[in-house]
């Protein structure tokens, strides 16, 4: 079982940056693949970012490439989530994710744990 918190969301002004945390409990934490995913008032929720941890490969949605940057810490379980140049679409609410395999997916349904979420707002 692995349990996963975010935190570092907030308000703030386009062009900013925010990085977001998950921390992660459960000791197989740097065997799982991990996503970050958003979700919008009246919008699904989307892939973002996602990491695998055979080889640290790295996907991003082609609305943040060049903009995020995901990574993990795997010695203190916690998977980041740089964001650069916001922007007013940013604003969402972000989840984390983990998938009890070696490689990440863009798909919501594949992952099997999530966090709570936390609140980014970008105001323009």
């Known amino acids: 079982q692995v349990q996963l918190v975010e935190s570092g969301g907030g308000l703030v002004q386009a062009g900013d940056s925010l990085r977001l945390s998950c921390a992660a409990s459960g000791r197989t934490f740097s065997t799982y693949a991990m996503g970050w995913f958003r979700q919008a008032p009246g919008k699904e929720r989307e892939f973002v970012a996602g990491i695998s941890w055979s080889d640290g490969s790295t996907y991003y949605s082609d609305s943040v490439k060049g903009r995020f940057t995901i990574s993990r810490d795997n010695a203190r379980k916690t998977l980041y989530l740089q964001m650069n140049s916001l922007k007013p679409e940013d604003t969402a609410v972000y989840y984390c994710?983990?998938?009890?395999?070696?490689?990440?997916?863009?798909?919501?349904?594949?992952?099997?744990?999530w966090g709570q979420g936390t609140q980014v707002t970008v105001s323009s």
């Open positions: 994710a983990a998938r009890r395999t070696p490689y990440a997916t863009r798909l919501k349904s594949e992952y099997d744990y």
